[in-house]
C-alpha cells in the first residue's frame, strides 16, 4: 500500500527519515512484488526506472551491471541481459535489436541509444578539455586519424584486432598500444566512437555513425535542455533527493545549471520542496513519487546500485558509511576486498564480502557484518538473501568464514552452511574497465 506523493505534497511539506527512505526504494523498484519469471520486459522497465546501469569489470562475485537487476527483479538469466545491451550489428550496421549503449552517463554505464543526444553536451565539454591545441589528442592526430580510418574500412573491432594491426603495421606505421587505446578512449568520450557491444567484457569500438542510428545521430539539444531533462529523470529515479543527489546522479558538475533546472521543475509542477528529518540541505520530492507504508525487501546491493553509489546520500539516507577497500591491502581491510551492502526492508543492515568459488560451486561469505541496531531477525532475513543469490549464481553450497561481528549468527540459522577461516590472499587486482 503507497500513497502518491503528488496528492498530498501540498499539506506533506516534513518527511521523517524513514519515509524517505521508503520513498527513495519505492522509486528505484522496491516495492514492486518480484515477477514469476523475469523477460526482456521487466528488465527494460528496471532499467528504465534507474534510468542507467553502471558498468565496473570486478567479478569476484558476479559483474555489477547484473546484480542490481537481481536485487530488484529476483533471479534472472544474465544471459538475457546480455543480449539486451551487448549485442551489435554485423558489418558496421546499427544494432538490430541494440536499445542500449555505452556512455559516460554516471560513471560508464549502459542507457538507452536513444539518450545519445542528451550526452552531447558532456562529449563537447571533454572535446574542449582534452581536445584542444597542444594537447595529446592534437598532438597524437595521425595515430587518430589512422584508427578513425580503420573503423571506417573495417567495422566495429575488438581492440586486439586494432593491436594486431597496429604491431603488424600492415595499414599503416607500427603504433604504441596504449597510444591507439588512449586514442579509442578519447574519441569515444567526444563521441565520436561508440560501443558497439561486448565480446565477453571485451568491448568492440565503432565510428558512432556505424552505431547509433541517424535518426538518433542528427538530433540536437541544448546544453540547458539536456541538464534540466537529466535533473528531472534523476529526481523521478531517486524520489526524494537534495541537489547533490540530483546532481550526483548523472554527475552534473554545473551546480547553477542543476539549480536552475530544480527551479524550473518547481514552477512546472514536477518538483515540490519539502524538508526530511536530519537532512541539513533543503530537498524536494518528485510529483510521481509514492509513499510506501512499508518496504518489504531482503537482498544484496552493489556498490554501484544508484541507493548507494552516492555516498553522502547513503549516510544521510541509511546512516551507512561504505568505502571501497579493493585497493586497500588485504590485512587493512575493514570489511573485505568487495563487500556487498545488504538490504532488509527499509535499511541497510550490514555487508556481505562475497566469492563465487566456481570451481566448488560454493558461495563464500568471507565476512559478514552487521550495522548498528539490528534486530535479531535479519539474520533469517539476510540468510534467506545469500540463498537466493547463491541459487542465482549456479552455486550448490554456501561456506562462511569467521571474520565479522555477523558471520556466527549467519552460521547458526544457516545449519547446513560450511565454515572457513578468514583468507587474506587478495584476489587479483580488477582490470581497467574500459579493457
Known amino acids: ?21 521508503r520513498i527513495a526504494l519505492a522509486a528505484q523498484g522496491f516495492t514492486r512484488p518480484q515477477p514469476a519469471s523475469v523477460g526482456a ?27 542490481p537487476l537481481f536485487s530488484r527483479l529476483g533471479a534472472y538469466e544474465t544471459a538475457d541481459l546480455d ?3 551487448l549485442r551489435h550489428g ?26 545519445w543526444p542528451l550526452w552531447r553536451f558532456r562529449m563537447d565539454a571533454m572535446r574542449a578539455k582534452y581536445g584542444a591545441p597542444g594537447g595529446w589528442y592534437a598532438e597524437n592526430a595521425a595515430t587518430v586519424e589512422w584508427v578513425r580510418a580503420e573503423l571506417a574500412a573495417r567495422g566495429p573491432l575488438r581492440p586486439a584486432e586494432i593491436e594486431s594491426d597496429a604491431h603488424r603495421g600492415a595499414r599503416g606505421p607500427w603504433w604504441d598500444w596504449d597510444v591507439v587505446k588512449r586514442a579509442l578512449e578519447m574519441m569515444w568520450r567526444f563521441g565520436e566512437v561508440a560501443i ?20 538518433v545521430l542528427d538530433q540536437t539539444l541544448s546544453r540547458e ?29 554545473d551546480r547553477n545549471a542543476v539549480l536552475s533546472s530544480i527551479s524550473d521543475l518547481v514552477d512546472s509542477g514536477e518538483l515540490a520542496p519539502v524538508t526530511v528529518a536530519g537532512w541539513a540541505k533543503p530537498a524536494w520530492v518528485h510529483r510521481d513519487a509514492a509513499l510506501p507504508r512499508r518496504v518489504d525487501a531482503a537482498t544484496i546491493l552493489t556498490p554501484f546500485d544508484p541507493v548507494v553509489w552516492f555516498r553522502e546520500r547513503a549516510e544521510r539516507l541509511f546512516d551507512f558509511d561504505y568505502r571501497i577497500e579493493i585497493y586497500t591491502p588485504a590485512a587493512k581491510r575493514r570489511f573485505g576486498y568487495y563487500s556487498l551492502p545488504v538490504l532488509v526492508d527499509d535499511r541497510i543492515v550490514g555487508r556481505v564480502d562475497l566469492k563465487a568459488d566456481r570451481a566448488a560451486s560454493t558461495l563464500r561469505v568471507q565476512s559478514a557484518w ?49 565454515r572457513h577461516e578468514r583468507v587474506l590472499d587478495a584476489p587479483a587486482d580488477p582490470e581497467p574497465e574500459a579493457a
Open 90 to 115: 554485423a558489418g558496421g550496421k546499427p544494432r538490430s535489436t541494440g536499445a542500449y549503449i555505452e556512455y559516460l552517463a554516471h560513471e560508464a554505464t549502459f542507457l538507452p541509444v536513444a539518450d
Open 196 to 215: 558497439a557491444g561486448r565480446r565477453g567484457f571485451e568491448r568492440r569500438y565503432a565510428l558512432a555513425e556505424q552505431v547509433v542510428p541517424s535518426s
Open 83 to 85: 543480449r539486451l545491451v
Open 1 to 21: 500500500m503507497s500513497v502518491a506523493l503528488g496528492s498530498v505534497s501540498r499539506v506533506k511539506q516534513h518527511l521523517s527519515l524513514p519515509e524517505a527512505r
Open 370 to 418: 552487521w550495522e548498528a541496531d539490528v534486530a535479531p531477525s535479519a539474520a533469517e532475513r539476510v540468510a534467506r538473501a545469500l540463498r537466493e543469490a547463491a541459487a542465482w549464481q549456479g552455486l550448490e553450497r554456501i561456506s562462511i568464514s569467521s571474520w565479522g561481528d555477523a558471520t556466527d549468527d549467519l552460521a547458526f540459522v544457516m545449519a547446513d552452511a560450511a
Open 41 to 67: 520486459r521487466q528488465l527494460n522497465g528496471a532499467i528504465a526506472r534507474m534510468g542507467v546501469l553502471q558498468i565496473d569489470s570486478v567479478n569476484v562475485f558476479s559483474r555489477s551491471h547484473y546484480v
Open 225 to 253: 535542455d539536456s541538464i534540466r531533462e537529466l535533473v528531472r529523470r534523476a529526481a523521478r529515479a531517486s524520489g526524494v533527493a537534495t541537489a547533490s543527489d540530483l546532481a550526483d546522479y548523472y554527475r552534473l558538475r
